[in-house]
């Protein structure tokens, strides 16, 4: 017997009634039915559960499948006996719990790498494009672009990088470097604009 949680479990053959039968496979054939004093648990890797438990079982064996090179045999699942029953339940769901806990851990994980990774591209491009550009609004610029849950260009995949580097680079100097309120009034405003846009531009493509 084994104790789990508490819980007594009684998995030895000559405490859990009659011998779980088996076939030369070592598989309990339960295609006409489960035999007396046992369940039929489906599902993939209780084996290992039964094995930490030292539960008594069997492979489930569901069917058989004709093949070209003979029949083969499906199996689902395990069958033990029925005072093991809630014990065994109880781990699998345990080991679901932590399962759900490992993946969107690192779920989490792998968007924060990937999120990173996409920051590292967009920073070294706008610096191949514009080596002259200051620390604080290569940041700000790569910050904005590529804010987490924003469709802001640097996460616009639709628009290749080299695009994108060079729209966010041109809205952050139009924001920063000029007078784009006041001057998008007068009649010339988009071409003041643009030569106020270039100016800056000009500047940072000379390496410091």
């Known amino acids: 017997m084994a104790v789990f949680q508490g819980v007594l479990v009684m998995c030895a053959?000559?405490?859990?009634?009659p011998v779980l039968p088996k076939n030369?496979?070592?598989?309990?054939d339960i295609r006409k039915g489960v035999p007396q004093g046992y369940v039929h648990l489906p599902g993939k890797r209780l084996q290992p559960l039964c094995r930490k438990l030292q539960i008594v079982w069997g492979n489930a064996?569901?069917?058989?499948v004709r093949t070209r090179f003979g029949f083969k045999a499906i199996l689902d699942g395990v069958v033990v006996h029925q005072a093991a029953v809630e014990v065994l339940r109880h781990a699998i769901k345990a080991r679901e719990i932590r399962s759900s806990k490992i993946t969107h851990e690192m779920r989490r994980r792998n968007k924060e790498v990937a999120h990173n990774k996409m920051k590292i591209r967009f920073k070294i491009t706008v610096i191949a494009y514009y080596p002259g550009i200051p620390f604080r609004d290569l940041e700000l610029i790569v910050n904005r672009a590529c804010e987490t849950g924003s469709p802001r260009l640097g996460r616009h995949k639709a628009i290749y990088l080299d695009d994108r580097v060079k729209l966010a680079v041109r809205s952050h100097v139009r924001r920063n470097y000029t007078e784009h309120d006041s001057i998008?009034?007068?009649?010339?405003?988009?071409?003041?604009?643009d030569s106020q846009i270039e100016k800056v531009l000009e500047k940072w493509r000379e390496p410091k």
């Open 184 to 193: 998008l009034s007068s009649a010339m405003g988009c071409i003041d604009i």
């Open 13 to 17: 053959e000559h405490e859990t009634g």
């Open 24 to 28: 030369d496979y070592g598989n309990v």
């Open 61 to 64: 064996l569901v069917r058989l």
